[in-house]
């Protein structure tokens, strides 16, 4: 199988930005990216899995069961102030380096196809201390990017950005896509709604999106929901860092 | 080589079911599936080989060598209300994530090329306790099944399955093939007559088929001593939580 | 790369019968392999590397360096008595078990395609004790062989057979290849001429070849200097267990 | 993706010789291959990306980003005594044995294309102490080549040459290009300049390169910068043998 995406409908974008919600650090892009597809009522259009997903089907309510995967949705803007998107969900990453880039790869192509030029990334920046206002930091890959999100608020980044996240910014660069990796500041150990809300309220006012961000709350609970289905709930805690070397990506 | 079928015959078969029976907790599956092949006569038409099952050869008796290997066999029903049956059996699942997931699509190649749309996986559900009476338990890719095996007994899981038994139904479920997975609570270190017998009786009840389930612990004797001549033998009580992380799937 | 194998020449045989070489328990095949190949003067054809080898190079005297490798050698038997041979020699096995699946399947296609129908793998199979007068045992694919290789008082083996010497007799089967695994009792912790002279004696009378074991303390010498350049040499003996586990076969 | 070459121009070079510096121990080829490409303007023609790589992005100065990668310069000589040079630079080495070996295969494709014959890898060789005069030491695939690097001072080396440094000329071999590794002594923790000036005083004396080797220190100094940006800074000293065993290539 390796990494197949079964393709549902090939929607007409008008230059649309790729938004990346996969699991992480705080589960920040997951809850955001959930977030979004709820509040604009995006249409899932194809779905990605991998053979570097866990060999694994999780039970849901009422005895049916759910797999790792990986799902594209897209969303046209409601006028021309509103940028088109592409939303990357899922419950999983890889769980090896080659994976990551295969399953990367494998979203970049099917997202250039759609005529996407620009790629934000979302994610936590885990600090080791309670977080009233999460700070915002961000990355790029195209300079010319920097001084608009810096004159927002976010300041730069230091250090490694792991995962789909830092990946798709730099194989992004690789076809001529610009990319921006935002994150927010975050303890890390739970799905964090408020750092969601930061990164969120960030994305909205770069593209221009008007999105009611009362209801994060609940995109937080649906995530806790499914990373307790996937059994990571009360252990999960125990440290995202360890989590993250051992590569259990999956919610 | 990666993953090999070799097909001795391609029978002809009238919308079978595939049942799942590679070793797993409690060897549950393998019990179940070798009483079958033995009970039903079923024939034996495809070897499946893979670069990721062990890498060693196993001595049997009077010499002679064994490997890892998964098969199919088949069998057609005796009358118009017995199901045709696709049962695959083996000593061993992949060791690699990677491995589950190209195994698991090859067997689905040859069982949907044979017209299966059904496929019922089996296995044991680990209890920390002495059981006497053991619960049965379910999962579906299809809500329409949940009634008709809940109203046998059975429960709803909560949580996560590993292996084929998960695997098939999620990737099945891609192909539009309806999965139901049955589990029996088992202590799980040892091959465990009582716990395949009840998932047997419940898959006979599900699909018309007429078993004798007495001489059960005849295909449990017979694990058991593949156990052992795989070097699982006595150290196998140890946990079978442990064997699964380090993924010696391999009885 | 992968797997790749480089021939310098493709012999005409009769009936030749692949003898397995490579690195393992006491070095017992690696010893015989280049005995049998000094003896015979035996005719280097084909080298196989793979990526699944160690990623380094190990400098020889004067400065020159060689690299993880296979090689296949042949030798015409002298007189209608003399079986021919193919031998696989070399300084290591792959250091996964997919690269020893594929490592098997493309030594299998050279002498398949060379007329070779039958398979000898040699080993040693480790006591933990001094050993006087080493044991022989045996395991095979094919039934008929057994009684000719008891009745020359080697006894059956119990257990795995681990490596190129258990894959071999395994794949082979697959093409309908008749396999014979011959391991002798040893240590296991240095290069055990002694052994190899037990199982090399053997060899020689089933093929009938005519083998002076005089010299055995030589090829011997050389698989132990071969050993020490490679950087397992003092702290080899700290256990071939481990070794194994952790997969680095290389001498 | 696996292992991807983008070229960006193909130059018309004179018989030239590869040099690698990629990182290693003491950073000796690194700081070398990046002062080779300071000082003589040495021109990028091709990247190579790998999913072997880490999967990360690294933010650099000013909020952008770096990743993984290796790339090939080149610089044609100044007149008919200085040889045209092909020079591997970059921040990782594969993470993977098997990445390693496609890493090597694809760059020897590379400059084969080009008209390449000759290789010459850099590297320290860690001893454990205090190092004032790096001693020299060499490896050769051509017995032709030892004399002429003996006769400057070079030792000969025993032991394994790890990483690329090794395959480079083991690979090579099979491809008919000699090669030639050199070694100098360091303590191996931090990035050498000193080491770095004692390999590349004999590489220029064997290549007849006129270079200024003064400003090796600005070399060194961005070597380490870039380490500390991928956050092995402080760390790093904990020694490079654990970082070798786990395969953390990346500065």
């Given at each position: 199988m390796v990494?197949?995406?079964?393709t549902?409908?090939?929607p007409?974008?008008?230059?649309?930005?790729l938004?990346?919600?996969l699991p992480g650090i705080g589960?920040?892009?997951n809850?955001?990216?959930l977030?979004l597809?709820?509040?604009?009522?995006a249409t899932?259009f194809?779905?990605?899995?991998?053979?570097?997903?866990q060999?694994f089907a999780?039970?849901?309510?009422?005895?049916?069961t759910s797999f790792?995967?990986?799902e594209?949705?897209?969303?046209?803007g409601?006028d021309?102030?509103?940028?088109?998107?592409?939303?990357?969900?899922?419950?999983?990453?890889?769980?090896?380096?080659?994976?990551?880039y295969e399953l990367?790869?494998r979203?970049l192509?099917?997202?250039?196809s759609?005529?996407?030029?620009?790629?934000v990334?979302?994610?936590g920046?885990?600090?080791?201390r309670?977080?009233?206002v999460?700070?915002?930091?961000?990355?790029?890959?195209d300079s010319?990017?920097?001084?608009?999100?810096?004159?927002?608020?976010a300041?730069?980044i230091?250090?490694?950005?792991?995962?789909?996240?830092?990946?798709?910014?730099g194989?992004?660069?690789?076809r001529?896509?610009?990319?921006?990796c935002?994150l927010?500041?975050?303890?890390?150990?739970?799905?964090?709604?408020?750092?969601a809300?930061?990164?969120l309220?960030l994305?909205?006012r770069l593209?221009?999106?008007?999105?009611?961000?009362?209801?994060?709350?609940?995109a937080a609970?649906?995530?806790?929901?499914?990373?307790e289905s996937?059994?990571?709930?009360?252990t999960?805690?125990?440290?995202e860092?360890k989590?993250?070397?051992?590569?259990?990506?999956?919610?």
């Open positions: 990494c197949i995406v079964k549902y409908e090939k007409v974008l008008s230059n649309p930005v938004i990346e919600g589960f920040v892009a809850i955001s990216a977030h597809i709820q509040e604009l009522k899932l194809a779905e990605v899995r991998s053979s570097s997903f060999d999780v039970t849901a309510e009422k005895g049916q790792p995967i990986n594209l949705y897209y969303y046209k409601r021309s102030h509103e940028r088109d998107l592409i939303i990357l969900y899922g419950n999983t990453q890889a769980l090896t380096t080659f994976g990551q990367c790869d979203i192509d099917v997202v250039e759609l005529g996407c030029n620009d790629i990334t979302l994610g920046l885990r600090v080791d309670k977080v009233d999460p700070g915002l930091y961000c990355a790029v890959s010319a990017m920097v001084d608009e999100v810096l004159g927002r608020g300041k730069i230091g250090g490694q950005i792991f995962g789909l996240a830092g990946l798709l910014v194989l992004g660069k690789l001529g896509m610009k990319g921006l935002l927010a500041e975050t303890p890390g150990y739970y799905p964090d709604a408020k750092a809300r930061a990164v309220d994305v909205c593209l221009n999106l008007r999105i009611d961000l009362e209801r994060l709350d609940v609970k649906a995530t806790r929901d499914i990373l996937f059994g990571v709930g009360s999960y805690s125990v440290g860092r989590r993250r070397e051992s590569r259990h990506w999956l919610i």
